[in-house]
């Protein structure tokens, strides 16, 4: 394997998972866990807010919607689409 190949396959799997990592980042970062969890005691909808944070994601990334993933690791989430790059 070469360098580029194991870039282009190492990244190709992040990308995958970037909204499981994102969410995994607010999980672990106090200040911006304490923010989250104040939107929602806001009296905003979880899967709402959740939705709208993982379309930010593909957004901001410029990605494009994969296949969905039931087995997350962040407890935040209950699933969360895999995504490509375009």
Not at 13 to 42: A, P, Q, V
């Amino acid at each position: 394997m070469t360098l580029e190949q194991f870039q282009k396959k190492a990244l190709k799997e992040f990308t995958k998972e970037i909204t499981d990592i994102f969410f995994l980042y607010i999980e672990s970062d106090e200040e911006l866990m304490h923010d989250y969890l104040r939107i929602i005691g806001r009296g905003s909808n979880l899967d709402e807010t959740n939705m709208a944070l993982g379309a930010a994601v593909k957004q901001w990334f410029r990605l494009e919607n994969g296949k969905v993933n039931q087995e997350p690791i962040s407890k935040l989430i209950e699933s969360y689409t895999e995504h490509i790059r375009k």
